[in-house]
């Protein structure tokens, strides 16, 4: 596994929050597989009527949403 040092300037004050958003990032991106994977194995198992891209989306907004409540 290869390791990339990147430079960016941010506002004051966003530095913890930036870097915290940019490890959760390559967390997923090194487990993304692995999700992928487990989420393939649950398919069928939550009775809905709606679409896995629905759900993805649901997800989405609601991290989004206590993301924005933290602040």
């Known amino acids: 596994m290869g390791e ?3 430079r960016v300037n941010v506002p004051e004050g966003y530095e913890e929050s930036f870097k915290k958003e940019v490890e ?17 194995k649950l398919f069928g198992i939550l009775k809905t009527d709606k ?6 989306r649901e997800m989405h907004e609601e991290r989004l949403a206590r993301y ?3 602040y």
């Open 51 to 56: 679409t896995w891209k629905e759900l993805k």
């Open 24 to 40: 959760e990032m390559a967390k997923y991106l090194r487990n993304r597989e692995k999700l992928r994977k487990n989420m393939e």
């Open 68 to 70: 924005l409540d933290s």
């Open 4 to 6: 990339i040092v990147i």
